[in-house]
């Protein structure tokens, strides 16, 4: 999800759901959620979104949340762990 500040609360602009070769625009509830915010919007086609995600996690413009355990998340997500640098998980 991107999201904006205003009168220091975040709020949402876009919020996209990602599965595996898909990516909507669409409220889903999913089991991980990360939201960054709407000034690294330009950058997606321009930058690898791992570098994006990275860049805004380093700025403390990211943050995430997960609605399963962490073991769960391993399970049937362990295929990403490539990626866990990158999401700095």
Do not use: P
């Not at 950058?43 to 690898?48: T, Y």
């Amino acid at each position: 999800a991107f999201y904006h500040m205003a009168e220091n609360y975040r709020v949402f602009d876009k919020v996209y759901y990602i599965t595996t070769g898909s990516v909507e625009e669409k409220l889903e509830d999913a089991d991980m959620e990360i939201w960054i915010h709407s000034d690294y919007v330009n950058q997606i086609g321009q930058m690898d979104l791992c570098n994006i995600v990275s860049d805004a996690r380093v700025s403390g413009q990211m943050g995430s949340n997960s609605r399963v355990s962490k073991a769960e998340l391993l399970v049937q997500y362990g295929g990403m762990m490539g990626y866990r640098d990158c999401l700095g998980f």
